[in-house]
Structure formats: C-alpha cells, structure tokens
C-alpha cells in the first residue's frame, strides 16, 4: 500500500491514457497487499534477483515492450527533467516531499552559487566548441539555470550559443550529436507531416524556428545539421525575448544535401541524397505551412531561418499574406541595420534621405536591407519607395547592379537596377559612386580590402563601414582593420562580435549589427498583441525603438547599438513599439489593448528563476 500512497497522483494520471494496455497490465501483474508491501504474484525476475514486471530485461530483441515512465516527475525522474530539476538547489523540505533523499549528495546550493561555479567551469575551457557543448549540455540537464546563466551573461555568452560558434557547432553537428532538440521533417514524412507535428510533447506553440539548411550563415550548405541555427535562436527568443521555452519549437526540414562532404560522412545524421527541389520541395513545405497552421493556429509566428535566396524570398512571397511569418535573414537583419543608420546620423549627420549607401552582396539580407531603408527614407521624405531606391547601390558576384543588366537579374535584384555604367569589381563602385555607408552581406570574408577603407576614408570625413556577414571568418573585415585603414576615421559595426581596438592612444569599441537585438523583441511583440500578420510599418517601428534606445554615453565610444547586457529592457521596448503598429494596423487579436504595452511586455516575460515545489 505504500507504493500505491506514494504513486497515487500518477496512477490516476496515468490510467486515462492506458485503456487499450489495461488488459495486458492485468494479465502480467497482480498487486496484493502483505504486511504493508506490494508484491507480484508471479515470479519475474532476472539472474539478479531484480523483479522485471514489465519484461523488459528478458524480452529478446524480438519481443515487444511498453517504454513506462509517470506523468508527475518525483525522485529520479525529477532531476532528469530539465524543467523541473534544481540539482543542488532542492531545499530539505523539497528532498523529503519528491523522494530525492540519497539521490542528491547533502549539500544545497543556491541558483546564484550555481551560476559562479558553472561560469567558473565554462571559463576554463579554451575551445569555443566545447562551451557550446557544455552550455547544450546544461540546457538539457537544468532549463532554467541555463537560461539564468545567459540572461546574467549575455555578453559573454551570446557568441557561445549563437554566432559565432554556432556555425561550428552545425558544421560538425553530427559528431557532437548527443540527444535530438526540436523536431526533424524529411522527405520521408511526406503525407503525414501533421502525425509528426502531433508527437511534440507541448501543445501550446507560439513560436517555431525552422530551416532547411542550405545557406548556414556564410558556411553554405548543412543540411540536416542546420538545426543548431532553430535551436541557438530559440534560445535567445527565450533569454532576449522572455518567450516560454516550452512555447517554442525548433524544426528543420530534411530534403537532403549538396554538400558532397557530409553525404560521404559516416556520421551525418541527415537524408543521404541530393537536395530536392522543384515540385516535390515545394509541395513538402506547402504540406508542413498547412499542417503547422491546422496543428497550432492562426498565431503560431513560423520565422524562416537560413534557406536559401531562391527559396527565402519565394516563401515569404507565398505565405505572408496567408501565415504569421518573418524571414530574420530578410528582415530581421534589415531592421537592426537600419536602426544602427539611424542611430549613426548623430554621428555623421545629416538625414538618412542625405547618404549615397553602397552594398557587397545582394541576396537575402544586402536586398532585405536596401529595401527597408527605402520604405524608411520614403516614410519620412514623403517621396515614392521607387525614387528612394536610388539612393541605393548593390554589387553582385558580377559587379555593379546597372540596368544594362536588367534582363538577366534574379527578380529580387532588379528594383537595384539603376542608370550607370558597368563597373566590375568593389573598388571601383566604391569609386564611382562615392557611397557614405558601405555595407557588406556578401558571406565572403576580406573583402573590405585596405584600398576599399581607404576610398571611404579619403571620401568621407566618418565614413560608416558595416561587414555584417557571418561567423567571424566570413567577415568583410576586422575591427582592427577598419579602424588601422581608416586612421581611426571609421564608424564601425560588424555582424560577430570584435574585441575593442586602440589606435593611436584612443580606445574604439566595434558595435555589433547582431540580429539577436530584433527578433526576441519583435516576436514577442506579436504575441503579446496577437497579431496575425507581419508588415513592413512593424519592421520599421522595431528599428526605430531600438535606435532610440542608445544613449549619449554609447555615442561617446563610437558606438551605434546599445550594449547587450540591456537587452530584456530594450527587447520590452521593441515589443511595445511592434505591438503597438500591430494595434494601429488592425492586425492585433489580443483585447483589449494594454494601456502601457512597455510594462504589459516586461510582464509578459519568462523568468528563469527556480519556482519551490509543494
């Protein structure tokens, strides 16, 4: 009967979802109550002497088994749930009332001593990687000191979660594979794509992430191992964004790989074929766009992450009218560039309507960015979006974009088409068109050579140089080069983080054009106000609040963004300014709307703090 007392509350939780097994439960096992304990009428134990109730240990491989566990974490369960489980940090009491008594060792530490010893540990590592591993690790082990760890170490953590070791991570992805996060869709779940939805534990999503891995930052192709990107964003919707970890969902679509490097390792965890494309890809994600609505709602925010240009753009085209979605490469990285131009004219001067901008690279992010900053220009101008976007240069792999070259530009390229002679190559656009802002989003790393900054230098007295592309190794150029090249003329910003650099007796700090400013705020933005739909006026808000949010101190550094160790506050600030264009626009379900929408979203916010247990 003690056994019964102490698993009473999972029995009754249990039985509901067991109506088809109870039979065979009865047919194996019959409690008998004797002397107070609980034995089994027939005799299964192993060579050991251990009861084996459920067969599990004499099954042969053969034999089919029931994988039991019980739906209220208690004793040994509880601390492998990373939900629930505080290691050292379960009081007396807590021990006593969830059976932990032997099974912790005596002493009880608090949250805050956890997080010392931990950042203690995570410092003596001196490989990246394996502070990836160890922070993934503790991710799995205790949810909310992971997330205590980085919102009280976002500085110093925010380029072990995410770039730029994340593009290590995926790049060898299949070796440091330990236990699946998120949820996996290939090829061979086509037709029952919803059935897969169905198997995630949490019913209630508010945000998915999803990829398909073919464009992994500036790394290219992934394939399956691009789920660290979807796993490494969520993380920050949760850190930066206060979104419930249990609301969001990280998926990659599996349709294989071009990369011929993983397709021929042993270890890769994907589909082992070439990418598929055309109809049969087309139809796999229109199948998962549908079912993810059916299964989630009309709210769920799906934020496309790393496909491919050909693929992004046609997405985002296909399904913004239809679903709540946002391309971070897209449009996420527009709205933190234009947020750094915006906060930079403080700097530089003038108005954003004044500046003459050239770009390296125009796929998603050099056209997501040039576009918003012509809808921002056109917004405050009152001049057509097409005249504005003349302002506006972008150079390819072919050079210049000029309309001589119209006919054969991608559709997403030809708006940039404007009247000029061909120019080859960065020099010489930098040159002839004598930009102020130079912004590169090529994915290829030096390519800001020493000629380049030294053009802006001389035709600028603070010329604006942004080499966004990421991880560290794909960028245009270093902090330490920008600065040197342009005798410490330049306002700088990069996509990874660079460490401060001093020339000549005066100390720069690079800012950081991360995209992780945005999307935590902009995401919970729309949750907060139950929008159901992402427009252009949303995008611009987010970057005007964030530009608002760097202060006379930063500008003294140099710098265009606000540090990060502010980031919740400024993701609140996001949130109110994106919910409420969401409230403006009729797009918002959530009613009535909150009369301060700043204190609605800091309320909104998940805390990672350890809850006590009854």
Known sequence: MMWLNRHRHNIATLLPHTKKLLPVIMSRISLKENGGEVSATKDYTNGGGVRDLYGEDSATEDHLITPWTFSVASGYSLLRDPRYNKGLAFTEGERDAHYLRGLL??????????????????????????????????????????????????????PVVYTPTVGEACQKYGSIFRRPQGLYISLKEKGKILEVLKNWPEKSIQVIVVTDGERILGLGDLGCQGMGIPVGKLSLYTALGGVRPSSCLPITIDVGTNNEKLL????YIGLRQRR?????????????????????????????????????????????????????????????????????????????????????????????????????ISKQTNAPVEETRKKIWLVDSKGLIVSSRLESLQH?????????????????????????????????????????????????????????SNPTSQSECTAEEAYTWSKGKAIFASGSPFDPVEYEGKLFVPGQANNAYIFPGFGLGLIISGAIRVRDEMLLAASEALAAQVSEENYDKGLI????????????HIAAKVAAKAYDLGLASHLPRPKDLVKYAESCMYSPGYRSYR
Do not use: C
């Open 105 to 158: 060792p005596p002493a009880v530490l608090n949250q805050e001593l956890q997080e010392k010893r931990l950042m203690h540990n995570l410092r003596q590592y001196e490989v990246p990687l394996h502070r990836y591993m160890a922070m993934m690790d503790l991710q799995e082990r205790n949810e909310r000191l992971f997330y205590r760890l980085l919102i009280d170490n976002v500085e110093e953590l925010l």
């Open 264 to 267: 021929n390792d042993e270890f």
């Open 276 to 376: 598929a494309t055309g109809k049969e890809y087309a139809e796999l994600l229109d199948e998962f766009m549908r079912a993810v609505k059916q299964n989630y709602g009309e709210k769920v925010l799906i934020q496309f992450e790393d496909f491919a240009n050909h693929n992004a753009f046609d997405l985002l085209a296909k399904y913004s009218s239809s679903h709540l979605v946002f391309n971070d490469d897209i449009q996420g990285t527009a709205s933190v560039v234009l947020a750094g131009l915006l906060a930079s004219l403080k700097l530089v001067g003038g108005t954003l309507a004044d500046h003459t901008f050239l770009f390296l690279g125009a796929g998603e992010a050099g056209t997501g960015i040039a576009e918003l900053i012509a809808l921002e």
């Open 561 to 572: 963004y606000p540090p990060f160790s502010n980031i919740r506050k400024i993701s609140a």
């Open 412 to 468: 997403f390229k030809k708006p940039w088409a404007h009247e000029h002679e061909p120019v080859k190559g960065l020099l010489d656009a930098v040159k002839a068109i004598k930009p102020t802002v130079l912004i590169g989003s090529s994915g290829v790393g030096k390519t800001f050579t020493k000629e380049v900054v030294e053009t802006m230098a001389f035709l600028n007295e603070k010329p604006l140089i942004l080499a966004l």
